[in-house]
Protein backbone atom coordinates (compact mmCIF):
# COMPACT_ATOMS: atom_id res chain seq x y z
CA UNK A 1 0.00 0.00 0.00
CA UNK A 2 1.08 3.43 -1.07
CA UNK A 3 1.98 6.30 1.72
CA UNK A 4 -1.07 7.88 -0.40
CA UNK A 5 -3.43 4.91 -0.29
CA UNK A 6 -2.40 4.68 3.35
CA UNK A 7 -3.59 8.42 3.78
CA UNK A 8 -6.95 8.08 2.07
CA UNK A 9 -7.80 4.91 3.77
CA UNK A 10 -7.74 7.10 7.34
CA UNK A 11 -9.33 9.86 5.74
CA UNK A 12 -11.99 8.04 4.63
CA UNK A 13 -12.31 5.74 7.53
CA UNK A 14 -12.68 7.59 10.39
CA UNK A 15 -15.15 10.48 10.87
CA UNK A 16 -12.35 12.96 12.42
CA UNK A 17 -9.04 12.48 11.91
CA UNK A 18 -5.69 14.53 12.91
CA UNK A 19 -2.21 14.31 10.97
CA UNK A 20 -0.46 15.85 14.39
CA UNK A 21 3.21 15.61 15.50
CA UNK A 22 2.88 13.46 18.42
CA UNK A 23 -0.38 11.72 19.89
CA UNK A 24 -3.54 13.25 20.93
CA UNK A 25 -1.97 12.58 24.81
CA UNK A 26 1.66 13.75 24.21
CA UNK A 27 1.54 16.03 21.42
CA UNK A 28 4.52 17.03 20.57
CA UNK A 29 4.24 20.76 19.13
CA UNK A 30 2.25 23.77 20.00
CA UNK A 31 -0.21 23.52 17.09
CA UNK A 32 -0.74 20.35 17.44
CA UNK A 33 -1.59 20.49 21.41
CA UNK A 34 -4.06 23.44 20.28
CA UNK A 35 -5.87 21.83 17.93
CA UNK A 36 -5.96 18.49 20.30
CA UNK A 37 -7.08 21.11 23.06
CA UNK A 38 -9.88 22.37 21.08
CA UNK A 39 -11.24 18.36 19.66
CA UNK A 40 -11.01 17.57 23.78
CA UNK A 41 -13.10 20.79 24.93
CA UNK A 42 -16.03 20.00 21.84
CA UNK A 43 -15.60 16.25 23.13
CA UNK A 44 -15.15 15.00 19.46
CA UNK A 45 -13.65 11.40 19.04
CA UNK A 46 -11.18 11.44 16.77
CA UNK A 47 -7.45 9.49 15.46
CA UNK A 48 -4.62 11.01 15.87
CA UNK A 49 -1.73 10.28 13.51
CA UNK A 50 1.48 11.05 14.47
CA UNK A 51 3.78 12.30 11.46
CA UNK A 52 6.97 12.46 13.51
CA UNK A 53 6.96 8.76 13.39
CA UNK A 54 7.18 8.54 9.45
CA UNK A 55 9.06 10.81 7.13
CA UNK A 56 7.20 9.42 4.39
CA UNK A 57 3.49 10.27 6.73
CA UNK A 58 4.90 13.67 7.34
CA UNK A 59 5.42 14.40 3.82
CA UNK A 60 2.86 12.71 2.12
CA UNK A 61 0.49 14.45 4.30
CA UNK A 62 0.99 17.66 2.71
CA UNK A 63 1.42 16.36 -0.74
CA UNK A 64 -2.24 14.78 0.03
CA UNK A 65 -3.84 18.27 1.39
CA UNK A 66 -1.57 20.12 -0.66
CA UNK A 67 -1.16 22.34 2.40
CA UNK A 68 2.36 22.71 3.66
CA UNK A 69 2.17 22.78 7.19
CA UNK A 70 1.06 19.93 10.33
CA UNK A 71 -0.91 19.63 12.22
CA UNK A 72 -3.85 19.01 9.64
CA UNK A 73 -7.90 17.86 10.51
CA UNK A 74 -10.07 16.20 8.41
CA UNK A 75 -13.62 15.47 8.93
CA UNK A 76 -15.75 13.12 6.96
CA UNK A 77 -13.01 13.07 4.21
CA UNK A 78 -12.22 16.75 4.19
CA UNK A 79 -10.07 18.65 4.85
CA UNK A 80 -10.86 21.51 7.22
CA UNK A 81 -7.56 23.17 7.62
CA UNK A 82 -4.43 23.85 10.42
CA UNK A 83 -4.23 25.43 13.81
CA UNK A 84 -5.00 28.86 13.23
CA UNK A 85 -8.60 27.62 11.05
CA UNK A 86 -9.09 25.36 13.38
CA UNK A 87 -9.35 27.35 16.46
CA UNK A 88 -10.56 30.92 14.39
CA UNK A 89 -13.34 27.78 13.65
CA UNK A 90 -14.05 27.03 17.41
CA UNK A 91 -13.81 30.88 18.76
CA UNK A 92 -16.49 31.66 15.99
CA UNK A 93 -18.75 28.25 16.66
CA UNK A 94 -17.98 27.25 13.26
CA UNK A 95 -16.09 23.88 14.40
CA UNK A 96 -19.03 23.11 16.08
CA UNK A 97 -21.65 23.25 13.77
CA UNK A 98 -19.41 21.86 11.07
CA UNK A 99 -19.44 18.81 13.38
CA UNK A 100 -23.10 18.65 14.00
CA UNK A 101 -23.68 19.06 10.44
CA UNK A 102 -21.49 16.28 9.36
CA UNK A 103 -23.44 13.99 11.79
CA UNK A 104 -19.96 13.35 13.95
CA UNK A 105 -21.56 12.28 17.14
CA UNK A 106 -20.08 15.20 20.16
CA UNK A 107 -19.54 13.89 23.67
CA UNK A 108 -20.42 16.74 26.48
CA UNK A 109 -17.14 17.05 28.23
CA UNK A 110 -17.93 16.40 32.31
CA UNK A 111 -18.41 19.58 33.94
Known amino acids: MSIEQFIDNEVKA???????KGSP???QC?????VV?????IGV???GLNVLESGELRDGIKQ????????QLYVKGEFI??????REMFQAGEL????????????????
Open 14 to 20: NDVVLFM
Open 25 to 27: QFP
Open 30 to 34: GFSGQ
Open 37 to 41: QILDH
Open 45 to 47: PYK
Open 64 to 71: YSNWPTIP
Open 81 to 86: GGCDIV
Open 96 to 111: QKLFADAGVSVQQPAS
